[in-house]
């Protein structure tokens, strides 16, 4: 069983990273993505549903990495070749894998 913690209605209190599983944690590593990454897709990406309906899909659209570079300043430029960068979570927000979208 996983416990998952619920959210501040204060939007200032500072959100808890979200539980990864194991394979997500291995997949992030392999694939040298940042938490700041993952963190930024679930805070400012758009959810959709995976094809098989069963989890969901984090992925930046225009403006959701315009605000993601806003709050992350200068370093944006840095953090430019993960803005495909993609996060599938399930039903209970645990990250299950993270991926570099292509083209």
Known sequence: MIHVQTFSADPRAPRPRALRTRHAKVRQQQRGIPDIVVDGLLDFGQPSRTPDGRAWRWT??????????????PAARQLDRY???YVITSDDDVVLTVAHGWR
């Open 60 to 73: 930046f659209g225009k403006r959701g990495w315009a605000r993601f570079s806003a709050f992350v300043g």
């Open 83 to 85: 803005r495909r960068a």
